[in-house]
């Protein structure tokens, strides 16, 4: 039987109410609204997509022109979460007893990069997107420049280590910060296989220009092959960020290439080896020297994975012996982004402002408001729709085997056999109590007979 979050003409009409928002308005009734629909529409094309079936969401988003809309939501987001945000966790009157609709706000972003990387593999997103793309290019690049500094990991290191304590995170705002962070490492991530689908679908001038010239892509991409943030190792074993979470990986599988760098090598070949780029790119002595650092990444074993790398190889031990013509100076009309620019020019000295207007009006809901949203927020996210969404069959949290069994107290953690369970439980027990102890908290304090 088909799972399905929503129907085509539901979708259609998500599609077609979607509009842009103000700063001022970010976490209002309405905003919450358009949240749970892209929300939906975000579930809808991710099982689409992943049952090969008729992705509408994508064709609507398409045929009505709303995916420059998406892109400025998302952006939109980033500039609150950069200039709202903090104030707001600074103010002292601000202590909220419900986080819902705040965190809510900061998950908006992930959402809509979700809903991006789903869609952008299409050729036709990428052309829809039109003029929304250098935004997106300039999106991506602040995204992968962080992470290639490794400046998101410390947002899953932080809760790593509250949770290694047991250390329940003490301040409704603390837990927004430490979520929030975390959450910008996963952003990151998806910003990466944005990036990619980008280069494989654009032949806009303007669009290779910001790419190569504007940012030079190429040598913030081989950052990332240098640094490998998506890789740790973690008490001597060699974990990997796959499907959302670490993993640790099997001495037989250490040199098997993941998704995301299957995503930063096919960026690089499209950059460096599509004639567009390469009659724009500048083969300077700085670039040339950081592009060289790739051939010793090049290895049989990871050409074997993605044999187009050949190519790629080739090309490398040609720049090696040799000095390219520089690219052609000529007179070009260079589209310029203006979403980021445009929502904080307009916003210029009014943040602290936005701030306590939205902990007045916005985010001190009434206790029938948080019943209301804690009903939607439950019939969204039920347990049996997220499962459906997964990529992959849970794994165990003992032994990382395909797990079919749920810790009944918690429902956060999966084992293979009760063997697995009972051996997992010192480390899983503070863990359990708190997540346990969250949702009794929640469902009596939000229950409709309270």
């Not at 050949?310 to 979403?339: C, G, N, W, Y």
């Not at 007045?360 to 408001?369: A, V």
Request: charged fraction near 25%; hydrophobic fraction near 40%.
């Amino acid at each position: 039987m088909d799972t399905s979050v929503i129907l085509p003409v539901e979708a259609e009409a998500f599609v077609q109410s979607l509009e842009t928002f103000s700063v001022k308005e970010v976490g209002s009734e309405r905003w919450f609204r358009q949240h749970e629909h892209i929300e939906k529409l975000n579930m809808q094309a991710i099982l689409n997509a992943s049952a090969m079936h008729h992705e509408f969401v994508k064709q609507h988003l398409v045929s009505y022109g709303k995916i420059p809309v998406l892109v400025h939501e998302m952006i939109l987001i980033e500039v609150w979460k950069h200039r709202v945000f903090p104030i707001l966790c600074q103010l002292q009157d601000f202590n909220p007893k419900n986080t819902f609709q705040l965190y809510m706000v900061i998950h908006h972003e992930v959402t809509i990069i979700n809903l991006l990387e789903t869609i952008m593999y299409h050729k036709d997103s990428c052309d829809a997107a039109d003029d929304s793309v250098l935004d997106l290019v300039d999106y991506c690049h602040r995204k992968l420049t962080l992470l290639a500094s490794k400046a998101t990991r410390e947002g899953t290191t932080t809760l790593d280590q509250h949770n290694l304590r047991g250390e329940a995170v003490v301040s409704t705002i603390e837990e927004l910060q430490v979520q929030s962070a975390a959450l910008e490492f996963e952003i990151s991530l998806k910003a990466v296989s944005v990036l990619r689908y980008i280069t494989d679908h654009t032949e806009s001038v303007s669009v290779i220009n910001r790419m190569l010239c504007t940012h030079n892509l190429p040598c913030v991409l081989v950052r990332l092959i240098d640094c490998c943030p998506w890789s740790r190792y973690k008490e001597g074993e060699v974990e990997k960020y796959i499907s959302g979470r670490w993993q640790k990986i099997p001495a037989e599988d250490r040199l098997k290439m993941t998704k995301l760098d299957g995503q930063v090598w096919i960026s690089l070949y499209n950059l460096l080896l599509k004639e567009d780029c390469q009659r724009k790119y500048e083969f300077n002595s700085f670039n040339k020297n950081q592009l060289l650092k790739l051939r010793g990444f090049l290895t049989e074993v990871l050409v074997d994975q993605l044999p187009n790398l050949v190519e790629l190889q080739r090309f490398l031990a040609h720049l090696a012996v040799t000095d390219p013509a520089p690219p052609k100076k000529s007179l070009i009309l260079e589209q310029i982004p203006e979403m980021w620019n445009h929502i904080v020019s307009e916003n210029s000295g009014k943040w602290k402002a936005i701030a306590k207007y939205q902990v007045k009006e916005t985010f001190s809901p009434s206790e029938s408001d948080l019943r209301q949203q804690a009903q939607r927020l439950a019939q969204m996210y039920n347990l049996d729709l997220m499962e459906s969404l997964l990529p992959e069959k849970p794994k165990c949290g003992s032994c990382g085997k395909e797990a079919a069994k749920r810790c009944s107290r918690c429902q956060g953690e999966w084992y293979c056999h009760r063997e697995c369970q009972v051996k997992h439980w010192p480390k899983h027990k503070r863990a359990c109590q708190l997540m346990a102890e969250a949702t009794e908290k929640i469902q009596r304090d939000l229950h409709i007979n309270s």
